[in-house]
């Protein structure tokens, strides 16, 4: 393997699915501000939005993940221009 190609932050992180609460732990260079602790030990944390837990391509289920009401909008428009 060629030396000095890899970050120097390359370490494990924790990422946290907002949608389920799911965390798991990785290795990662991101920057991060927060810290949480999982399985007693301390790693630091980025927060998702959607991850392979609760993607619908994964789970077979279908959610909608509105994000400042855009569902809705398109929704609106959507049934405005088919009548």
């Given at each position: 393997?060629?030396?000095?190609?890899?970050?120097?932050?390359?370490?494990?992180?924790?990422?946290?699915?907002?949608?389920?609460?799911?965390?798991?732990?990785?290795?990662?260079?991101?920057?991060?501000?927060?810290?949480?602790?999982?399985?007693?030990?301390?790693?630091?944390?980025?927060k998702v939005e959607i991850s392979?837990?609760?993607?619908?391509?994964?789970?077979?289920?279908?959610?909608?993940?509105?994000?400042?009401?855009?569902?809705?909008?398109?929704?609106?428009?959507?049934?405005?221009?088919?009548?």
């Amino acid at each position: 393997m060629k030396k000095g190609i890899h970050p120097e932050a390359y370490r494990l992180v924790a990422f946290k699915d907002m949608s389920n609460e799911h965390i798991f732990v990785t290795r990662s260079c991101v920057n991060t501000r927060e810290t949480i602790v999982h399985e007693g030990v301390e790693y630091p944390v980025v927060k998702v939005e959607i991850s392979n837990t609760s993607h619908p391509f994964y789970t077979g289920k279908m959610k909608l993940v509105d994000t400042a009401g855009r569902v809705d909008k398109f929704l609106n428009r959507y049934k405005k221009i088919q009548k």
